[in-house]
Nanobody, 124 residues
């Protein structure tokens, strides 16, 4: 059973930083993609960033380019999202998701496995 556990959310002032972690277990596929998504109250879920295990390729939404960095530690089965220069509009529940990319780039994967989410609140 695939399990994803996010951590690292919290309250931070604008301009501050947070690092989210997504601890993954139970993968049965050799190649996987892990994505970070966020959903703010009253808004649709938004894809923020993702990474593919096969070649390390990454994707970033325009809204976070230059501020967020995704990375993975395969020894720990953990993917990180370093978030710098945070803005109030980054406030949301952040979720990580995983699946086999099946030849797709990580931002085109219909993710089936999701974590429970972690709240990020950026005050102005």
């Amino acid at each position: 059973e695939v399990q994803l556990v996010e951590s690292g959310g919290g309250l931070v002032q604008a301009g501050g930083s947070l690092r989210l972690s997504c601890a993954a277990s139970g993968f049965t596929f050799d190649d996987y993609a892990i994505g970070w998504f966020r959903q703010a109250p009253g808004k649709e879920r938004e894809g923020v960033s993702c990474i593919s295990s096969s070649d390390g390729s990454t994707y970033y939404a325009d809204s976070v380019k230059g501020r967020f960095t995704i990375s993975s530690d395969n020894a720990k089965n953990t993917v990180y999202l370093q978030m710098n220069s945070l803005k109030p509009e980054d406030t949301a529940v952040y979720y990580c998701a995983a699946d086999s990319p099946s030849g797709s780039s990580c931002n085109g994967v219909p993710y089936d496995y999701w974590g429970q989410g972690t709240q990020v609140t950026v005050s102005s």
